[in-house]
């Protein structure tokens, strides 16, 4: 028992640990493997190789995708947490990695959806000890989660620009014009704002076309907005990270380092970080 313990938690350091030599080169083997893999899916989409590789293509599918079960299978094997690796973003990705091979055998086709493996490409950021760099993005994150009302609507306001274009321009060109209907002519104001332009809608009244270049410079004044919501947010960030408190009361947080009471409201600030308050 004790030798089948040693046995698994040395597999937990392979697999789920980078401190030692073993496990470097084990999850970059894995990536080596990920991308190898992917790279086969989408050889075989192409026609002219499916043709003349697909037998060995197939075979080597097959080959991946066991690979992968068993890691998945010792993976969970060796976590103290089994179920709660199963729940993690990794632990998904892991089977929805395994999944469409033999979810093929019932539903043809489905394999090509495997290049969602390169999503396990993600592990390069443990391997190569870059895991600080995960501070930024939680940032990122959490400046997307505070501007979430502001972006909400700012994507009402959008949709409702969308559906307004989109009827003016049924009603003034008409399906003579391409513009059948308002879902179609709302498709033709969603690729124009978003400054797309496919072309495969043209306005040809003027009237129509006044629209088009209102639209389009409605789009590129859209455009900056939500970048000017997430860059407010990552500045107030960066403020309460400099300053580092924030007032409980009016919750201003531009305070100089050594102040006890706000400078807008009068109430006392919490305690300076390792102070012996």
């Known amino acids: 028992m004790n030798d089948r313990a040693s046995l698994r938690e040395r597999w937990r350091q392979i697999i789920f640990g980078t401190d030692t030599r073993a496990g470097v080169v084990f999850d970059q083997l894995l990536i080596a493997t990920i991308l190898t893999s992917v790279a086969a899916v989408m050889l075989d989409s192409i026609t002219s190789v499916h043709a003349r590789f697909g037998h060995e293509l197939y075979v080597l599918e097959w080959g991946f995708t066991?690979?992968?079960?068993?890691?998945?299978?010792?993976?969970?094997?060796?976590?103290?947490?089994?179920?709660?690796?199963?729940?993690?973003?990794?632990?998904?990705?892991?089977?929805?990695?395994?999944?469409?091979?033999?979810?093929?055998?019932?539903?043809?086709?489905?394999?090509?959806?495997?290049?969602?493996?390169?999503?396990?490409?993600?592990?390069?950021?443990?391997?190569?000890?870059?895991?600080?760099?995960?501070?930024?993005?939680?940032?990122?994150?959490?400046?997307?989660?505070?501007?979430?009302?502001?972006?909400?609507i700012f994507i009402f306001t959008v949709l409702v620009l969308m559906?307004?274009?989109?009827?003016?321009?049924?009603?003034?060109?008409?399906?003579?014009?391409?513009?059948?209907?308002?879902?179609?002519?709302?498709?033709?104001?969603?690729?124009?704002i978003t400054t797309v332009g496919y072309g495969d809608i043209i306005p040809q009244t003027p009237i129509g076309q006044t629209i088009a270049t209102l639209a389009m410079i409605t789009g590129y004044a859209i455009i900056a907005v939500p970048t000017g919501i997430v860059s407010a947010e990552m500045s107030a960030t960066a403020v309460r990270r400099r300053f580092g408190r924030e007032c409980p009361s009016c919750h201003l947080h531009e305070h100089d380092p050594d102040a006890r009471f706000c400078k807008r409201c009068g109430d006392e600030l919490p305690p300076i970080p390792g102070s012996e308050e």
């Open 66 to 152: 066991l690979v992968f079960t068993v890691e998945y299978l010792i993976r969970l094997w060796v976590s103290e947490f089994p179920r709660r690796y199963a729940r993690s973003f990794f632990g998904v990705v892991d089977l929805l990695s395994i999944l469409p091979t033999w979810l093929s055998l019932i539903l043809p086709g489905t394999q090509y959806l495997l290049t969602i493996r390169v999503l396990r490409v993600l592990r390069v950021f443990r391997v190569l000890k870059l895991l600080q760099f995960m501070n930024e993005s939680r940032e990122l994150g959490a400046a997307l989660l505070r501007a979430r009302r502001k972006i909400g």
């Open 163 to 192: 559906v307004l274009f989109g009827s003016l321009m049924y009603v003034i060109e008409g399906p003579a014009n391409g513009f059948d209907n308002i879902p179609r002519s709302i498709y033709w104001a969603v690729v124009t």
